[in-house]
């Protein structure tokens, strides 16, 4: 079965440290990644994916994720955290093939909190 | 104008009851879903469409009932509501169902509490 954890529910960091919320995949196909941000009461809005190519991947608001296919991890990092970055992180797959339905697998979500 | 929107943004209602949440998305995809968020914050898949054509329904309950009128609305209708369905319902979409290199676009998502 396909599944995605996120081992953290909860990571802290102060502000103006660099960051990291990890993710790890389980799936039986060749993978695309994805990394949402849902800020409280707002629906999830999308921060980057890795398709294929670079390991390293840059999105929106300064967020960077590293795919490690050995390790199947794809953690979001960012190298100066923002308090304005605190928030619930959601890592997500979707499997590419025949029967793709194009559906979203999770992550239980991790929330951020940066710290003045 | 917004991307995916969805209708209401807050619903209350008693256990029991028949409600609809609605949804419209205004860039041009073919494909739409629900998902729904529980207390404990996990998104979980429940319908896909793709062009009007149900093509993912992830073992929910025969009382959620999805239409699509066209493929830039998706609406979800709960017959019989239920405590446990209370939660966040998210309607997302994407360019298409075999485009899977393409990003979801989210609403903002309807809290739905079964009293």
């Known amino acids: 079965a396909q599944s995605v954890a996120q081992p953290e529910d909860q990571v802290n960091v102060a502000e103006g440290n660099p960051l990291t919320v990890k993710c790890t995949y389980s799936v039986s196909g060749n993978p695309y990644l994805f990394w949402y941000v849902q800020y409280p009461n707002r629906g999830l809005q999308f921060l980057l994916k890795?398709?294929?190519?670079?390991?390293l991947v840059k999105g929106s608001y300064g967020f960077e994720a590293e795919f490690n296919k050995s390790q199947t991890s794809f953690h979001l990092k960012k190298p100066s955290a923002l308090v304005s970055d605190s928030a619930l992180y959601f890592c997500?797959?979707?499997?590419?093939?025949?029967?793709?339905?194009?559906?979203?697998?999770f992550g239980q979500g991790t929330t951020l909190q940066v710290k003045p | 104008d917004t991307a995916v929107s969805q209708t209401p943004k807050y619903l209350v209602t008693q256990m029991g009851n028949d409600k609809s949440i609605k949804c419209e998305q205004n860039?041009?995809?073919?494909?739409m879903y629900w998902y729904k968020q529980d207390s404990k914050k996990f998104l979980k898949i429940m319908f896909s469409y793709n062009n009007k054509e149900l093509i993912i329904n992830e073992t929910v309950p025969n009382r959620f009932s999805p239409k699509s009128p066209d493929k830039a609305h998706l609406n979800l209708h709960i017959n019989s509501l239920e405590l446990g369905d209370s939660a966040v319902y998210f309607c997302?979409?994407?360019?298409?169902?075999?485009?899977?290199?393409?990003?979801?676009?989210f609403g903002q998502g309807t809290r739905l509490t079964v009293v």
């Open positions: 860039l041009g995809h073919d494909t």
């Open positions: 997500a797959v979707r499997i590419h093939g025949s029967s793709n339905t194009g559906k979203l697998i």
């Open positions: 997302a979409s994407n360019p298409g169902s075999n485009r899977a290199n393409t990003e979801a676009f």
């Open positions: 890795y398709i294929t190519g670079d390991n």
